[in-house]
């Protein structure tokens, strides 16, 4: 209870003086970082999770490439299952001389089991229920294709042979697309109509769906019932598999974005030892006197305990509140992605907040206060003993303690904490270096200009260890920043560069075999060159050597992958221009002997296979087997279609197929696309242009989002900065106050101070720099493959804002200790 | 009240052992008031830190207030300077961001007084600081942080009070009005008081004076 009081007043003592502000400040912005990811991550999960229940439309689907049986219709009825059928296919939609690419999803009456349709009757209306589905003859459209194709309600549009007037505005259905991707809007048509399209033939890209409803009892029985009689392109859902999926994508997310504010709380946790440091320093002379009045070490120690406790409550609620204001900006930037309306936070990041604050108190602060508790009681009568000792393994090691364990409870898995560990000593021992040398460097400019210049550039290097921490803390925010802000526009700006200016930029698929000959006329007689085109088959891989693939060990989870779904084969005799064969030997043109296999050399690795193995496609329901012949390397970013399996032509020819092609169309000849789509009912027209206008624009968000969250790891640089000018604070005074009584005008001394903190500025903008063209040339040669030229951009604006924003806040936060006159600053000593 | 038997001070320096205290013994009695006298780095505040247990001797023992000071640890000694000790420094020795009423409310908090503020303030009447229990040690005069520093000494009215120096920085006016006010005080509380002091009004003021010289007890005299 005494101790309570005790710490509650001194608290109150030091929160009044001004003691705690620096490193209350910095606990505050590792909080807010933290807790704005927080709550916005449980925001979109919260928003997912709503919907996982509803994410299917039903209790169970049944997915297929193919035609379902309609006995299992009748099954599901004999158990008292409700149903629904829908049929999924992407395919162009035209009004007028203006064609989009849409999602169609046709549905059947009793869509959906599960969950309900949200329209509007107008584009931006209120929305309201609907009443079953749209009639036939009619559509219900997506914003995003009424915006596309400039429509309201009441127009019409056609799809393939059928003209359809949309009637509402769909706002919302439970199973749609979850994701951050969406490139096709939907259009929702009655599942009666689809005939009438005329687009729909075998061999089309169509995903067929089954639902069904019940109790979980009846659900369970069907499951049992039907699954031993699926065929491998038939695959169940149920509610729980959906959930698993969304789970596992948000929390990818989370850790993504709390790792990203992970750099924020080390900053601001090493500004916290700082001013922890100071405080303990300051406060020596006062334990002592505490002591000497009676005092215990153990009530010394329990008093600065709970004061961080306070510590750790006050900035908890003050770094959550402000980290739940904060997390708005990012709901803002995600707003246009995300796609769905976000559910309120819960209070699950308050403990985040929490644990946030303990953990930069407990590892960074608490060590710098516990060790003042040993100041011996006769520092009152000998001011010359020096502060307790404290060992660095002990505070280095409490500190990276602390930290892993809070990546610890963020990632959840030691081994990604091994990698992230290696990550951050790496860049610390990388970014200290540099920061080391750049100082090292600063002191030959020494003697070169006047006394301001001398007196500035002599304090950064007599505080060398303290100019290196304050370099990087604001050198490793700018650099990503700048990597973000700048770097990331030239990679993708120099990639479209590379694409030559004939790539092909619309790509053509379900394309059936006796349209191709038309399409290649037309397209001969519209721009004067027949598109390039091959053959599409799509087939599940059954088998490796005659066993089914449920028993053969892949030899990854990628190869893993390639099993869960529908590949895309295709079948020439001319090797692809971009693929080079590795192994093996290419059949050879004009080939048309017994079935073989060529193979990505890549998947065969994931897959554990060789020249030599034998693999087991089926092919709408029949079983084909071929040894494998040749590996290939593809050159995948050629713009051509390429596939991971080739198979020989011949037997191959008489499988079931469609089409794909891609040309180049000049832009100001695209209004042939709508012809086309005319003349070619079920051809599904893809335009280059617009998935990469999308894409970037996904890419734009995200990155700003990132942006976002590295702002506050500026922000945390900023306290680093202060934490270690308050460091230096009373050292500042004196010498100000020596400079003034031997004649040194104020402008002078604060001249000296303007050059001190622009020169950090500069060299952390140096640093950043040189971080943000490294990475970038890395990324760029070995990620990309690109030749990447710096932009003339990166080098001045690193420099120009380290200088601003550092020089700007250190000579402010200077100034004081520079213009208290110096009688009182030296009465003081 | 207060004895030493056998003290001895030794430290180690680049020069080998250096003796402080050489074989110090004394012996002051209830309310008895003692100069510590002696040319400077004779001793006198290393014999002063180790009566008051702020520092620990080589050899021998000490006893305050009966009990064996020397047998304690540090935080036994603590509590024994919380309940019989109060102290006057050279150097004032405040808590810059405690007002004068905080400073001298300190010991009482640590003893858990609840009305530390009442106590305080009575106290700070007695040294004629009424007017300026809310300012800062900044705002007072180098006499007027003396007279907290006493304040705080006796607000808990302390059997033993140690002064170092206490009127050493402050001019010599100054100096004679606190020595004035330490010493009514003492009267009045019926103290036993051990200064040390470079001043000779200051000693004369005290019941006896011990010198102390190179480490050992020189003469030990009464004041007529």
Same mark, same amino acid.
């Given at each position: ?5 005790? @710490? ?25 970082? +933290? ?21 299917? @439309? %039903? ?26 059928? *829908? ?48 009639? !036939? ?37 439970? /199973? ?7 490139? =096709? ?55 729980? /598999? ?28 090493? %500004? =916290?030892?700082? %001013? ?25 120690? &329990? ?22 204001? &904060? ?20 209070? !699950? ?23 003042? $508790?040993? *100041?011996?009681?006769? !520092? ?120 030559? =200016? ?64 529908? %590949? ?31 193979? /990505? ?76 789509? #005319? ?22 968000? @995200?990155s700003m989002a990132v942006q976002y969250v590295f702002l506050f790891t500026l922000l945390a640089g900023i306290v680093v900065l202060l934490a270690a000018i308050q460091l230096t604070r009373d050292e500042r005074r004196f010498e100000s106050a020596i400079l003034h009584t031997l004649g040194a005008a104020r402008r002078k001394i ?8 622009? *020169? ?31 932009? &003339? ?37 | ?47 002063? @830190? ?21 047998? +304690?640890?540090?935080? $036994? ?5 919380? !309940? ?35 106590? =305080? ?83 004369? #003021? ?19």
């Amino acid at each position: 209870m005494k101790v309570l009081g005790f @710490a509650l007043r001194a608290f109150r003592r030091d929160l009044r003086a001004g003691e705690l502000s620096i490193l209350l400040a910095a606990i505050i912005v590792a909080v807010t970082a +933290m807790t704005a990811v927080g709550f916005f991550t449980d925001r979109v999960g919260g928003a997912m999770k709503d919907q996982a229940s509803q994410v299917l @439309a %039903a209790d169970l689907v049944l997915r297929s490439a193919g035609p379902i049986s309609p006995g299992y219709l009748s099954e599901a009825r004999g158990l008292g299952l409700e149903f629904a059928e *829908t049929l999924a296919f992407p395919t162009v939609v035209v009004s007028g001389e203006q064609t989009t690419l849409a999602a169609i999803d046709a549905v059947s009456d009793t869509y959906p089991l599960r969950g309900q349709l949200t329209v509007a009757d107008t584009l931006f209306g209120n929305g309201r229920p609907a009443t079953g589905i749209p009639a !036939r003859g009619e559509a219900w459209a997506e914003p995003g294709l009424l915006g596309r194709l400039g429509l309201e309600v009441g127009a019409s549009v056609s799809v393939g042979e059928r003209s359809l007037v949309i009637t509402r505005v769909l706002q919302y259905k439970p /199973d749609q697309n979850i994701g951050f991707i969406n490139l =096709a809007p939907g259009l929702m048509v009655n599942l009666a109509d689809v005939p009438s399209f005329g687009v729909v033939k075998p061999g089309s890209r169509v995903t067929y769906n089954q639902m069904y409803a019940g109790s979980d009892a009846q659900i369970a029985e069907f499951r049992a019932q039907i699954k031993p009689r699926l065929r491998p392109d038939e695959a169940l859902r149920g509610r729980e /598999d959906a959930g698993e999926q969304i789970n596992a994508a948000i929390d990818r997310a989370q850790r993504f974005l709390t790792l990203a504010s992970l750099v924020t709380v080390i900053l601001a946790a090493v %500004a =916290a030892a700082m %001013a922890a440091r100071r405080y303990a320093l300051r406060h020596l002379d006062n334990i002592a006197l505490l002591k000497t009045l009676g005092a215990t070490q153990a009530f010394v120690i &329990a008093v600065t305990v709970t004061e961080l406790g306070f510590v750790i409550a006050l900035t908890s609620v003050i770094g959550v509140l402000l980290g739940y204001g &904060a997390q708005y900006g990012l709901a803002v930037i995600a707003a246009e992605f995300v796609g769905f309306v976000l559910p309120p936070a819960s209070g !699950r990041p308050f403990l985040l907040g929490v644990l946030t604050a303990a953990t930069v108190v407990v590892g960074f602060a608490l060590p710098h206060l516990l060790s003042i $508790g040993t *100041t011996p009681p006769l !520092r009152v009568l000998r001011k010359d003993l020096p502060p307790p000792r404290l060992s660095a393994a002990l505070t280095y090691g409490v500190a990276l303690a602390a930290i892993g364990a809070l990546v610890l409870v963020i990632v959840r898995d030691p081994l990604l904490l091994g990698l992230i560990a290696g990550g951050v000593v790496g860049t610390a021992i990388v970014a200290f270096g540099l920061g080391w040398l750049l100082v090292r460097a600063l002191s030959r400019f020494r003697g070169a200009a006047g006394i301001a210049w001398r007196y500035g550039l002599a304090n950064i290097a007599r505080r060398g260890g303290e100019s290196v921490v304050q370099i990087v803390a604001f050198g490793l925010s700018l650099m990503v920043l700048l990597l973000l802000g700048v770097v990331r526009n030239d990679i993708l700006k120099t990639w479209e560069q590379t694409l030559p =200016a004939n790539a092909p930029n619309q790509f053509m698929i379900n394309i059936e075999p006796d349209q191709l000959q038309g399409l290649k006329a037309f397209f001969q007689a519209e721009v004067g060159q027949e598109p390039f085109s091959l053959p599409l088959i799509r087939g599940r891989l059954t088998g490796v050597n005659g066993k089914p693939v449920k028993d053969v060990k892949v030899a990854n989870a990628q190869g893993a992958a390639f099993l869960q779904r529908e %590949a895309n084969l295709t079948w020439t005799d001319t090797l692809p221009a971009s693929n080079v064969v590795t192994a093996g030997e290419w059949w050879g043109s004009g080939y048309s002997g017994p079935l073989q296999l060529s193979l /990505d050399a890549e998947l065969a690795t994931n897959l554990g296979v060789k020249v030599g193995d034998s693999l087991t496609f089926n092919v709408a329901g029949e079983d084909i087997r071929a040894p494998i012949t040749s590996l290939r390397v593809i050159e995948w970013d050629s713009f051509q279609p390429n596939f991971y399996v080739v198979l020989s032509p011949g037997v191959a020819a008489d499988l079931p197929q469609t089409y794909l092609a891609s040309a180049y169309v000049p832009r100001d000849r695209v209004e042939m696309l709508s012809r086309l789509v #005319r003349q070619f009912p079920g051809v599904t027209v893809l335009d280059l242009e617009v998935i990469l206008s999308q894409v970037r624009s996904v890419i734009d968000k @995200a990155s700003m989002a990132v942006q976002y969250v590295f702002l506050f790891t500026l922000l945390a640089g900023i306290v680093v900065l202060l934490a270690a000018i308050q460091l230096t604070r009373d050292e500042r005074r004196f010498e100000s106050a020596i400079l003034h009584t031997l004649g040194a005008a104020r402008r002078k001394i604060l001249q000296g101070v303007a050059v001190e903190f622009v *020169t950090l500025g500069s060299l952390a903008g140096v640093l950043a720099a040189v971080g943000a063209t490294l990475l970038g040339w890395g990324l760029a040669t070995y990620a990309f493959k690109l030749d990447y030229t710096v932009s &003339a951009l990166l080098w001045p604006l690193g420099l120009v804002t380290g200088a601003l924003i550092v020089g700007i806040t250190g000579t402010l936060a200077t100034r004081k200790a520079v213009n208290e006159p110096p009688v009182a600053v030296l009465r003081d000593r | 009240m207060l004895r030493a038997a056998g003290l001895t001070k030794q430290v180690s320096s680049p020069e080998g052992i250096l003796t402080i205290l050489d074989d110090v013994s004394l012996n002051i009695g209830r309310g008895e008031s003692v100069a510590l006298v002696g040319p400077s780095g004779a001793g006198k505040t290393t014999l002063l @830190a180790i009566l008051a247990g702020l520092d620990q001797p080589t050899r021998g023992k000490v006893w305050l207030c009966g009990e064996e000071l020397t047998a +304690m640890d540090e935080d $036994g000694r603590a509590l024994l300077r919380a !309940r019989r000790v109060g102290f006057v420094f050279q150097s004032f020795h405040l808590i810059q961001s405690l007002t004068a009423l905080e400073n001298v409310m300190l010991p009482l908090e640590l003893a858990g007084e609840t009305r530390a503020a009442v106590v =305080a303030r009575e106290t700070l009447a007695n040294v004629g600081l009424s007017a300026r229990v809310g300012h800062y040690p900044k705002q007072l005069s180098g006499g007027e942080q003396q007279r907290v520093a006493i304040a705080r000494a006796f607000v808990m009215r302390p059997e033993v009070l140690f002064a170092d120096e206490p009127t050493g920085n402050l001019d010599s006016a100054t100096g004679d009005r606190i020595g004035r006010l330490l010493f009514d005080l003492n009267a009045e509380a019926k103290t036993t008081l051990v200064l040390v002091t470079h001043e000779r009004d200051l000693a004369a #003021r005290c019941d006896r004076t011990i010198r102390i010289d190179a480490g050992k007890v020189e003469a030990s005299e009464a004041v007529a």
